[in-house]
Structures are given as C-alpha cells and as structure tokens.
Antibody, heavy 118, light 106 residues
C-alpha cells in the first residue's frame, strides 16, 4: 500500500525556517517524481515545488523561489522541503504527492500544517 | 501559465450531467489533470493527460480537450460527487492549479 506521511510542520515566527519531511512507503520511491502542494484552509490548492525521479530537475512556484528548497533522499525514501525566510502568507497545510505517468499526482499524504505568526 | 475554471461554483441534483471547463493562458498540449477534493481530505486524481481515467475512478467521469480548453464531465452526478474540482497543468513549471469549481446540492 502506497503511503506518504508528512511531518515537520508547526508554528514559526516570520523570518524563521522549517524543514518538512515526507516519508514514503509501499512503492519504489527512487522511480517517481515528487511534489509539494499547499492549501490555506478553506482556499484553493497551490503548487509549491517538484523534483524529478533522480533529483536532477526541480521547479518552484514564483512565490517561494529563492526561499524554499526541495530535496530527496532515495536511500531513506524521503522527500524534504526546506523553508527559509517564512512569511505569514506561507501559512497553509502542506501536502506531499507522488507524480505518476509524468507528474500527475496520484497519491497524496494527509498534510502537515505550517503556521507563520509572531 | 494561468488556469481559469468556469463556473466557480454550481448547484446540481443527483442524476444531473455536470460539465466544468478549464482554460489555459497558453497551449499546454494535453498535460492536464483533474482532481476532486472533499472537505478535510487530500485531493484525489480523477483524470490525467486530459482524457485518461485514473484507475479506480468511476466511468461517469470523463475529460476532454487539448491546447487551451479542457472539460471535465460527470455524466450522472452521484451523492458522493458533491465536492470541489481542480484542474492542474504539467506542461511547464510552475505546475499551476485552477482556482477550483465547487459542486453543491441544488
């Protein structure tokens, strides 16, 4: 059974940093691209970042470019999102998702909540 | 690439045929997916590559289109289909989502 479990969310002050993790199981992690998607409760989905299957290609939303870094550790079947210079507008539920048949996100975790507040 | 969806919301009854449109600001070939999301849950992939039904998704869902205009159709709305629907493009970074279409009970 495919499982994605996010962790690392919490409350952080503006300007602070957090590292989110996504532990994957039930599939060959090193063969899939992975993405982070966020959602402010009650609002729409916002794509944040993606990394391809071997980590050689990454992409970022303009709103996080230069502040967030996506990475993966295939030996640990884990995806990460390092978030620096956090702003109030980064407050959201952060999902990790598996990309299949290209980038289509066929499995999602349940999300980890990030709150940026003073 | 910007995605717009219409309508932003609609009210429908069980058994209705429902169509949602997603338009891209520039051509994205067929690199479009559709998701369903229910409150408190993660999104669920319904359609990928514009028209391919994801495994396990009921056949009442279908997708069509290419280039800049795409549609998601629910042929006969069921009680479990009341939800919000999003399109997402994968032609190029950033992999933007549409703003969503909420389908509620008439």
């Amino acid at each position: 059974e495919v499982q994605l479990v996010e962790s690392g969310g919490g409350v952080v002050r503006p300007g602070g940093s957090l590292r989110l993790s996504c532990a994957a199981s039930g599939f060959a992690f090193d063969r899939y691209g992975m993405s982070w998607v966020r959602q402010v409760p009650g609002k729409g989905l916002e794509w944040v970042s993606a990394i391809n299957w071997h980590g050689g290609s990454t992409g970022y939303a303009d709103s996080v470019k230069g502040r967030f870094t996506i990475s993966r550790d295939d030996a640990k079947s884990s995806l990460y999102l390092l978030m620096n210079s956090l702003r109030a507008e980064d407050t959201a539920l952060y999902y990790c998702a598996r990309g299949n048949n290209g980038w289509y996100n066929d499995y999602w975790g349940q999300g980890t909540l990030v709150t940026v507040s003073s | 690439i910007q995605l717009t969806q219409s309508p932003s919301s609609l009210s429908a009854s069980v058994g209705d045929r429902v169509t949602i449109t997603c338009r891209a600001s520039q051509g994205i070939n067929s690199y479009l997916g559709w998701y369903q999301q229910k409150p408190g849950k993660a999104p669920n992939l319904l359609i990928y590559a514009a028209s391919t039904l994801q495994s396990g998704v009921p056949s009442r869902f279908s997708g069509s289109g290419s280039g800049t205009e795409f549609t998601l159709t629910i042929s006969s709305l069921q009680p479990e289909d009341f939800a919000t629907y999003y399109c997402q493009q994968f032609n190029s970074y950033p992999h933007t989502f549409g703003p969503g279409t909420k389908v509620d009970v008439k």
